[in-house]
T-cell receptor, first 109, second 111 residues
Framework: KNEVEQSPQNLTAQEGEFITINCSYS?????LHWLQQHPGGGIVSLFM???GKKKHGRLIATINIQEKHSSLHITASHPRDSAVYIC???????????FGTGTRLQVFP | NAGVTQTPKFQVLKTGQSMTLQCAQD?????MSWYRQDPGMGLRLIHY???????DQGEVPNGYNVSRSTTEDFPLRLLSAAPSQTSVYFC??????????FGQGTRLTVV
């Protein structure tokens, strides 16, 4: 079993829909990162959080430390949101990042 | 402020050839890492560094070498390329309490 699990693996949506991507982890962490990767593109950091909730534009990230779970929400989705979203945790044991395999999101007009 | 600069963007090597992937950051970050990204798998750590003069192996270090002579630079060397090293490579840097910043990636094909 992977230490960082994301669901779903693939997601399709119509423009305007509310999107939720989930991340569960099994190790102790000091921080959780949400990253975005467009097709053929580089990786961009969206959020780093260790508790509670953060919001940036139409993106919201939440984390529940007790349940070892985080969610990334996209409100009013747009085709330009089509990308792979990657969850990564910073292990308290090794101080290294452990990555999930990503969620591929496609938003259609 | 350029962030993380990684070169080249694309490279084709013949089996047995060597090459160096360059990575530089201008944010004075302590941590720098090299990852490879393969289909269906999460990013896997090759080598990392927590400061100038300090490097250590990650999850998949075989066939790769690194050095960190300055805070800014963290090159990755492929000693004798093999088809199994065909992948997309990412360099990343972060401070102790900062987000991670990634280079643009290098798509490497070994034939």
């Amino acid at each position: 079993k992977n230490e960082v699990e994301q669901s779903p693996q693939n997601l399709t949506a119509q423009e305007g829909e509310f999107i939720t991507i989930n991340c569960s982890y099994s190790v102790g962490i000091s921080a959780l990162h949400w990253l975005q990767q467009h097709p053929g593109g580089g990786i961009v950091s969206l959020f780093m959080l260790s508790s509670g909730k953060k919001k940036h534009g139409r993106l919201i990230a939440t984390i529940n430390i007790q349940e070892k779970h985080s969610s990334l929400h996209i409100t009013a989705s747009h085709p330009r949101d089509s990308a792979v979203y990657i969850c990564a945790v910073r292990s308290t044991n090794t101080d290294k990042l452990i990555f999930g395999t990503g969620t591929r999101l496609q938003v259609f007009p | 402020n350029a962030g993380v600069t990684q070169t080249p963007k694309f490279q084709v090597l013949k089996t047995g050839q060597s090459m160096t992937l360059q990575c530089a950051q201008d944010m004075n970050h302590e941590y720098m890492s090299w990852y490879r990204q393969d289909p269906g798998m999460g990013l896997r750590l090759i080598h990392y560094s927590v400061g100038a003069g300090i490097t250590d192996q990650g999850e998949v270090p075989n066939g790769y070498n690194v050095s960190r002579s300055t805070t800014e630079d963290f090159p990755l060397r492929l000693l004798s390329a093999a088809p199994s090293q065909t992948s997309v490579y990412f360099c990343a840097s972060r401070g102790f309490y900062t987000e991670a910043f990634f280079g643009q990636g290098t798509r490497l094909t070994v034939v």
